[in-house]
């Protein structure tokens, strides 16, 4: 999904992508109120443009394109950052090993800062205290031990396992498994429509997240630098607990539970 991106950037993306020998159609949904970003369709005629200047958000503007693969009967679907580039064939190893392992509704792969340094996406299903308490990281030692289990830290960074929550920034689809539990909520503009996906799927699939391989995003955690990126972060905060429940809540207790016994 695109919205006034750096075509540079996008170009690199693009790159990456076509490292795979896999038949692989790139649609793009630019939300941008122009369409010059249209002449990267001469990158390949594997890329599909589509101009959405509405710019109904995040979700809605992936499902444009989740819709449209459904309709070419891909089993396979993967939703990619602009701001993602990657070395290696990282789409045919998570594409075998979804094909390979049943039950696998999404899966995401380890993700790395430009310096090669970790970014902690996969986490437990978040309580509205896990939200203030990321922001407010104080006090610093109870908030190290809580943050340290949140994102699942303290597991072996190359150990592959079942998260309540995966980042949208780079994540491969079953298809199959997107019929049955859903697209994106689209009443998120930006921010947690990853996480509500993810809970969705977790119900009844596993969410996979995949350090065999990695890629690179450029984080930029808009929202601590932004306010109107903050109020947008607020708002989806509100949907997202409004939806699932705000300080009571059963099963997000039992999945973060069941989650945790993978790594006794």
Not at 153 to 163: I, L
Not at 168 to 190: S, V
């Amino acid at each position: 999904m695109l919205y006034r991106t750096n075509i540079l950037e996008i170009k690199k993306a693009i790159e990456s992508i076509f490292i795979t020998n896999h038949n692989i159609v790139v649609y793009l949904i630019d939300n941008s109120p122009s369409d010059e970003l249209q002449e990267l369709t001469n990158l390949s005629s594997n890329i599909k443009y589509i101009h959405n200047p509405s710019n109904p958000g995040f979700g809605a503007a992936h499902n444009i394109a989740i819709e449209k693969a459904i309709k070419e009967d891909s089993k396979y679907h993967f939703i990619i950052n602009p701001d993602i580039h990657f070395d290696e064939d990282v789409i045919a190893s998570m594409v075998n090993y979804m094909y390979d392992n049943e039950g696998v509704g999404m899966m995401m792969p380890q993700v790395l800062n430009g310096d090669d340094t970790v970014q902690n996406l996969p986490k437990l299903l978040p309580k509205p205290s896990h939200i203030l308490w990321r922001k407010l990281k104080k006090p610093k030692k109870a908030y190290d031990s809580f943050i340290n289990n949140y994102e699942l830290r303290f597991v072996p960074k190359d150990m592959v396992y079942n998260a309540p929550v995966l980042s949208g920034c780079f994540t491969l689809l079953n298809l199959e498994a997107i019929k049955e539990i859903g697209m994106y909520d689209d009443r998120y503009f930006m921010y947690f429509e990853d996480w509500d996906l993810s809970r969705r799927m977790h119900q009844k699939y596993k969410t996979i997240y995949f350090p065999k391989v990695s890629v690179y995003h450029g984080y930029e955690s808009g929202a601590n630098k932004n306010r109107k990126l903050f109020m947008i972060f607020i708002k989806s905060a509100f949907v997202y607990f409004n939806k699932w429940g705000w300080f009571f809540d059963k099963q997000r207790e039992r999945i973060n539970r069941e989650a945790l016994t993978q790594f006794k």
